[in-house]
């Protein structure tokens, strides 16, 4: 590419508004690692000569689009991406969370306090007048991170659509009454038992709240533990969702392994540090951090804006004007785990009236020299139900997660759907996967673009499926209202007819009685 630049004369060309900004993202990257002085030189040049661009191509421009296109397509087309502006317009709702929480602590004060959920609604800003089939979209975040980082994945979903037959509706998510924007409004009458099965029934609080916003059909797009909360929703509405996309989801069984799966993220969680004087100070500190590094840009702006908010908090009533986190890291880690040692016997067993949901089958037996303090139960509840799941399934896992290893794939693709109720799995072409190599469990934040062209491929497929379950319904209220609420003549051969006991029908005028 750089010879190219260095052949086009300064004078011989005026930029398109698109390629300046191209060069604009390039030039400073350039400047920022200095990867190719000669390139950084050309590009300075051009852009120096370029501060009124002009909005049609030269032959010129042209011929370098094409060098542009070939030599730096993977940077360029990322920006631009991130620079467009944003595909939808966002509602913020608040609603009241499902009344009886799964565990009495969850609320501080009395069990009969309102835990708000704070949802927002992303509306395609191309899609003002929705039609029938267009796709309505529930996502679910992970553990500690708020709902906004998902912004660049819906992003990239809304682009990843327009290559396939479906469009968007609407997404919507919602922050668990715990964490970010909901964590804030209830941090007052939140107490340190949550459960992650209480944000399953908020979440279909929320359709029936919404449901004239939120037709059919509706796919649940879930990241780690929030994958697990879509998945538990279908289990006890199979037909809510007519598909799910799982990003490394948290089915698993619980392991008191300390290097098995959520035990490090939790440690690391417990110690993080949790207050900064200033969002400037945390923003450096933040993309300093190796942990941080591998993410979208766009991802960690949105974690700078979103996941901090400003003190006095109740967990820093004394700090003023400094920085902590939206989700504290307290209610992080009773999302990771809940106590199990207060319900421990002395024999190693466990008080079932103190822990109902702990399953001896789907966590390690308690050692009672050494027994693991906690637990958490949602996780098997969920992957000993695999078989049951109605919807289709696409499990996107990272190949380097602890949570996705080799055998821990084949056993959640072997199951899922394969029971009463489930959708026939694999075999019937309801179950997908693919594996995002060298990728942890984070990779949603690190190559959203990448999550959403698997997502659409897979719903792209599914929508077709649907549209043609639809048209056979469609057919079917088309039959006059009697035939669709009385019992059919076959109906009735099937049951036996009347049989040979049955009574005359009594004559005009004649008593049944």
């Known amino acids: 590419m750089s010879e190219g630049l260095g052949r086009c004369r300064q004078t011989d060309f005026k930029l ?22 000669h390139l950084y030189t050309s590009l300075a040049q051009i852009l120096s ?5 002009c909005s049609t191509f030269s032959r010129r421009t042209a011929f370098l689009i094409a060098e ?19 595909p939808f317009q966002i509602r913020e709702h608040v609603i009241p969370s499902q009344h009886v929480r799964e565990y009495a602590q969850a609320t501080a004060n009395s069990q009969e306090d309102i835990l708000y959920i704070s949802v927002k609604q992303y509306i395609p800003i191309d899609n003002a007048n929705p039609q029938p089939g267009d796709v309505t979209i529930i996502g679910a975040h992970a553990n500690g991170f708020p709902k906004e980082l998902y912004e660049p994945l819906w992003a990239e979903l809304h682009t ?45 609080h929320m359709t029936n709240v919404f449901r004239g916003e939120m037709p059919r059909p509706i796919i649940g797009v879930g990241h780690s533990f929030g994958a697990n909360i879509l998945t538990h929703l279908t289990l006890f509405h199979p037909r809510l969702l007519s598909t799910l996309v799982l990003f490394d989801p948290t089915i698993t069984k619980f392991s008191f392994d300390n290097v098995g799966p959520g035990i490090s993220p939790a440690r690391g969680s417990a110690f993080r540090r949790d207050l900064w004087p200033s969002r400037e100070a945390a923003a450096e500190a933040f993309k300093r951090s190796p942990f941080y590094q591998t993410w979208d840009p766009r991802v960690l702006e949105a974690w700078i804006t979103h996941g901090l908010r400003t003190t006095p908090t109740v967990v820093f009533p004394n700090e003023k004007g400094s920085l902590t986190l939206a989700t504290t890291r307290h209610q992080e880690l009773f999302t990771f785990f809940r106590p199990l040692w207060p319900y421990l016997k002395e024999d190693g067993t466990v008080d079932q ?51 996705s290893t080799p055998e821990a794939r084949r056993m959640k ?76 003549e076959e109906f009735l051969d099937k049951v036996g007819g009347l049989g040979p006991r049955a009574a005359k029908k009594p004559a005009v005028g004649q008593s049944k009685l």
């Open 413 to 488: 693709l072997e199951a899922c759907g394969t029971g009463p109720n489930g959708s026939g799995g694999i075999k019937t072409g309801r179950v997908g996967h693919v594996v995002m190599e060298g990728r942890g469990h984070l990779f949603p934040m690190e190559i959203p673009e990448l999550c959403a062209e698997h997502a659409a491929e897979w719903i792209d497929k599914e929508m077709q499926r649907f549209r043609k379950e639809q048209r056979e319904y469609d057919e079917w209220t088309k039959l006059p209202l009697i035939e669709k609420t009385t019992m059919s």
């Open 353 to 403: 009236l103190r822990a109902p949901d702990f399953d001896p089958n789907y966590h390690d037996q308690p050692n009672p020299r050494n027994p693991f303090p906690f637990y958490r139960s949602e996780g098997s509840t969920v992957l000993r139900r695999l078989a049951e799941v109605r919807p289709s399934v696409f499990w996107v896992f990272g190949g380097t997660s602890d949570l």
């Open 160 to 204: 990843a659509a327009k290559k396939h037959s479906f469009r968007i509706r609407g997404i919507w998510i919602a922050d668990v009454s715990n964490q970010g924007h909901s964590g804030i409004l209830n941090e007052k009458t939140m107490g340190n038992d949550p459960s992650w099965h209480d944000h399953a029934r908020d979440i279909l």
């Open 49 to 53: 000569t370029n501060h009124s661009i």
């Open 16 to 37: 398109h508004p698109d390629l300046y900004f191209y060069l604009i993202i390039k030039f400073t990257r350039l400047r920022q690692n200095r990867v190719n002085n």
């Open 68 to 86: 542009i296109s070939s030599a730096v397509l993977d940077c360029c087309h990322y920006y631009y991406a991130r620079a467009m502006v944003f």
